[in-house]
């Protein structure tokens, strides 16, 4: 890949964004699996599916990479909670709510 400065025009540009974005995807994938091996695990050990804690422990994480990284942390919060709001109502289709 190639970093933002070294784009020469807008088509360069794209396809990096392009491939990011594969890259993106492919990883909430594999972040999905992970929710679907919790939903697994989560019944033996008594949890349910939303821990309040856990989920701002989660924000609390990205916000302060966010901030190490040089991006808007509230933006970033933002995703993180729609993506966990989504991984829970995924969990509770296997769990129950």
Do not use: F, H
């Amino acid at each position: 890949m190639k970093a933002p400065a070294e784009c020469q025009n807008m088509t360069e540009l794209r396809v990096e964004i392009d491939a990011l974005d594969g890259q993106i995807v492919a990883m909430l994938k594999r972040r999905a699996g992970y929710i679907d091996r919790a939903a697994e695990l989560k019944p033996a050990e008594g949890l349910p599916a939303r821990i309040a804690d856990r989920v701002e422990e989660v924000v609390d994480n990205v916000r302060a990479r966010a901030e190490i990284e040089g991006l808007d942390p509230a933006l970033v919060e933002a995703i993180w909670r729609l993506m966990i709001d989504w991984s829970i109502a995924r969990e509770e289709k296997v769990l129950g709510a």
